[in-house]
Each structure stands twice: as structure tokens, then as C-alpha cells.
């Protein structure tokens, strides 16, 4: 018979503090500047996230945007309070 583990909310919140750890290190610059305005398509590839993610984040306002004509654009300074908010 397999063994069940049990995962607890303290598990999933520690899981979730050491996920964006971990992608604000992948998303800080590397020796460059980094653009100051992103596309849907790089923030999406940055975080790896669905586009519906990223439209969830639009709606519920936990990432600012600004949108030129049918294009939305993200500054990148707000994607990174955005990790370091829910890292906390």
C-alpha cells in the first residue's frame, strides 16, 4: 500500500514563499539594464504564467498595466513589487 502524505497550509505557504524567491531571482537583471516596458508575451514568458493568469492579475489588480491601442504594457519595476508583496 503507498504511503499518503498530507499537505498542510503551512507547507503550501512556505512552498509559495521559496517559488517567488526564486523567480525574482530569475527575473532580476544580469549585468543590463532590463527593458522598462513589457509586453503581455514577456511578462507571460518572465513568470510562466497562462495568458488567463495574466489577465486575472489585470482584473483583480494585483499587477498594474497601462494599454496603448489594443496592446498592454507592464513596467517591470511593478512586476517586481508584485513578487516581493506576496513573497511576505
Known amino acids: ?5 498530507i499537505v ?7 512552498f509559495k514563499q521559496d517559488l517567488i524567491r ?8 544580469q549585468n543590463h539594464d532590463p527593458k522598462q516596458w513589457l509586453r ?16 486575472n492579475f ?3 489588480g494585483t499587477l498594474a498595466f497601462t494599454k496603448v491601442g489594443s496592446i498592454f ?4 519595476d511593478d512586476i517586481l513589487k508584485v513578487l516581493e508583496k506576496k513573497g511576505q
Not at 1 to 5: E, L, T, V
Not at 73 to 76: A, E, G, H, I, N
Open 58 to 60: 489585470r482584473i483583480s
Open 8 to 14: 498542510t497550509k503551512e507547507d503550501l505557504e512556505l
Open 73 to 76: 504594457f507592464y513596467k517591470y
Open 22 to 29: 526564486e523567480l525574482s531571482i530569475i527575473i532580476k537583471p
Open 40 to 55: 503581455s508575451v514577456e511578462v507571460r514568458k518572465l513568470l510562466h504564467i497562462s495568458p488567463g493568469t495574466l489577465q
Open 1 to 5: 500500500m503507498a504511503a499518503i502524505d
